[in-house]
Structures are given as C-alpha cells and as structure tokens.
C-alpha cells in the first residue's frame, strides 16, 4: 500500500480537531455491567462453577472432533445436530429447543424478540441479576417482585406484580422470571408454585433452571401442556463447561422460531456445537458428579451451622449464609487474604450481611471452612 495510502489514499487527511462526544442511550448510560469478580486466588466458590474438568474420554472426543472441522467454512447456523441431541435428551422435537452462547444470550434473544419499548418484565427480588439487566438493555421495563421470608415467590406478591404489571398494557408482563432454584438464595420454587405462575401470568413464563441437576424437580414436566413455559438450561455449571459458553431453551416451536428471528446468522461457533454433541453422551458422569456434590452441599452447610452463621436451605451447587454479628464485607475480605474467593451479595435486596459460596472439592470446601473460621474469629 502506497504512503498515505487506504480507501481514498489521494484525499486530504481530516484533521483530528478533538474527540466528539458520544454519549451512549441516556438508560445505557446509567447502567453498571454485571460483573463478578475475576481474582486470582487458590480456591474460587465465587460463581457456582464444577470444581472439576468435563470427563477426559470427552476431552479427547472434543480434541478429535475440532481436528476434523472445517475451519474455513461457517458453522451450521441452525446447529441442527445439536438441537436434535438436546431434544432427544428432553423428549422433545428439535424445532422446540434453541441454542446460544451460554444461557445469559439465551435470554437476551428472548427479550429482543419478546422484549422492547411498552412492554415489561416482572422478576422476584433478590434473584439473579442478569434477568433485569437483560431486559433493561433491550428496552423492557422491570416490575419487581418481592420474595417472602423463606425467599421463595408468594401467592399474594405474585398476584401484586402481575397486576402492576397489567397497568403497563393487557399483555404485560409479557415475560415473568421464575429461578429456580434460585441464585443467589439456593431454593428450588415448589412445582404448585410455577403451576400458580402459568395459570396467572399473561405472558411467557421463563424457568431458569442453570442449577437443574441439583433440584428436587423440573419445570420441564410442565412443557407439554403450556406453550408460554421456556425452560432455560446451561452447560456452564454441572457439564463443567463455562469456558465453552453453551446454554439452551426448551419451549414451544412459535417462540423458538420468535428467538432465531432476533439471532444474528452462524453465531453458534463449529467447536461449541460439536462439543454440546458430544457432552450430552457423557450425560452419566455429569450425573454422578451432581450427586457427589449434593452429598458434598449437605457436609459444608452442616459445617456451617456449627459455626457463627445463619444458613440457607439449597437445592444447587451453592450455599447462601448471613454473617451474623459480623460485617459480609468484612468476613469476605478476610476470606479474600486467606485466597478464598466467594461472592459477596449483602447489597443485594433482602441479603444485607450475606455471602455465597460455591460448593467446590472436598479440599476447597475444607479451605473454605477454615479461613471462615479466622474470618470470623
Ligand atoms: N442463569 C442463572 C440463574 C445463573 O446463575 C447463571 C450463571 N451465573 C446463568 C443463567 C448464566 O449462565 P451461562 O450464561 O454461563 O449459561
């Protein structure tokens, strides 16, 4: 390329005056990005992660199938293998699943085919944060709910929200949030509780269920009898493949279809879609692994309340527990010294003075114990 040279190489150059300020939309503007802390230190319970590898038979499946792609050519854009895998693992038709980069895009596709200017989504407080985020960045308004005492949704409090919500338009809300179990408090909503949902709510109802494997049931066994219902699944936490970024929906055909209008071509990478292929056989050891770790839950929240703390019931892979007496900020610095990393949510609504903690190894959880202990020595 000749000096000076480029599109137009002859025109004169513009002249750098000074930086025009841009300004972002006046709601993106005021929005902080959700972020949990990266920090690196010896045992990390701070995002409900497996503490282990995907098996060793899967990573050497994985490194076989990524040799024999083609790089050069895009991916499936309807990840048709993947769709059929996931709905032969759900007993459903592959028209009703949907696929993104990990479950949080899941969710985004929903609310930028769903979502948008007028209409509005209802969540209960104190529940995952990306949920109102994500429907706050597409232009969705937010009705918040309030959890009771045990932090599970209530009968009256969910007829309040849906009706506040009504006032916004008849369709509204047109998604209801339901996690479940629920992070950051760790409970599973009872079955007649998501039914109570279904019947009120005018619009979809979505079922996080990134913690799935670890709860006593799934909304999945409603699929079947309500088109509104999308389940959303991940394979960040149990399939031990956060770095990957891989999570699905289950719903009716006509909402699916509604998702892949909004969804930009190919953007489910060739090495991502086979990997999901593969995984989905190793569905026994990821099993097993759950079922390690509920035993793994129930030995460090018996620890836990041995010691100067409130604990949560969990139905997931992690605990939630108030610091009685101490300051959450404070015990989670000390933590952070001894380098354990766990996640401080005690500005969260409802959560003053509480922590989460991923339930990891043996080791990590034995670690965890530990400095716990001087912590709030
Ligand atoms: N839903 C819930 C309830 C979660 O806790 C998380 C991860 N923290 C996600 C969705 C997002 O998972 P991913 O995007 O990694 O699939």
């Known amino acids: 390329m000749s000096a000076g040279g480029g599109v137009g190489g002859d025109a004169p150059r513009r002249e750098r005056t000074g930086r025009r300020r841009i300004t972002p939309r006046a709601d993106v503007a005021l929005m902080s990005g959700y972020h949990s802390p990266q920090i690196d230190v010896a045992v990390r319970l701070n995002t409900n992660e497996a503490p282990e590898p995907p098996p060793a038979q899967f990573v050497r499946e994985l490194e076989a199938a990524i040799a024999s792609i083609d790089l050069n050519r895009y991916p499936d854009r309807d990840a048709r293998a ?6 032969a693992e759900h007993a459903v038709d592959a028209e009703q699943v949907y696929c993104a980069n990990g479950s949080n895009e899941v ?7 769903y979502g948008g200017p007028g209409r509005c989504a209802a969540v209960f407080e104190p529940t995952y944060a990306l949920h109102s985020h994500i429907a706050r960045v597409t232009g969705t308004d937010v009705v918040e709910g309030e959890r009771d005492d045990d932090l599970l949704i209530d009968e009256r409090e969910l007829a309040r929200v849906l009706t506040a919500a009504g006032r916004a338009g008849e369709s509204n809300p047109v998604v209801t949030f339901v996690c479940s179990p629920n992070n950051p408090t760790g409970r599973a909503e009872p079955r007649d509780t998501v039914e109570r949902v279904l019947a009120a709510a005018p619009g979809i109802v979505v079922v ?9 049931w799934s909304a999945s066994e409603l699929l079947a009898d309500n088109p509104h219902l999308v389940v959303v699944r991940t394979f960040s936490k149990t399939w031990s493949l956060a770095a990957l970024r891989l999570g699905y929906a289950i719903a009716d055909a006509e909402v699916v279809d509604a998702m892949w209008r909004v969804t930009l ?11 999901g292929v593969l995984a989905l056989r190793h569905g026994g050891a990821v099993r097993e692994r759950a079922a390690r770790l509920t035993e793994e839950r129930g030995r ?11 604990v949560y019931p969990s139905d997931a892979n992690f605990i939630l527990f108030r610091t009685t007496g101490r300051d959450a900020r404070e015990v989670w610095r000390s933590l952070l010294k001894q380098s354990v990393l766990v996640r401080d949510v005690s500005a969260w609504p409802r959560l003053d003075g509480c922590l989460r903690v991923t339930v990891g190894t043996r080791a990590e959880n034995d670690e965890f ?3 716990l202990a001087v912590a709030l020595a």
Do not use: C, I, N
């Open 265 to 275: 071509p190919y953007h489910l990478d060739a090495v991502k879609q086979a990997a």
């Open 82 to 87: 993947l769709r059929e895998a996931l709905a």
């Open 369 to 371: 114990l530990g400095a």
């Open 107 to 113: 969710l985004q596709s929903l609310l930028l085919a």
């Open 300 to 310: 460090l929240s018996a620890a836990l309340r041995t010691m100067a703390v409130e």
């Open 208 to 216: 996080d269920e990134a913690y799935a494997q670890f709860s006593p």
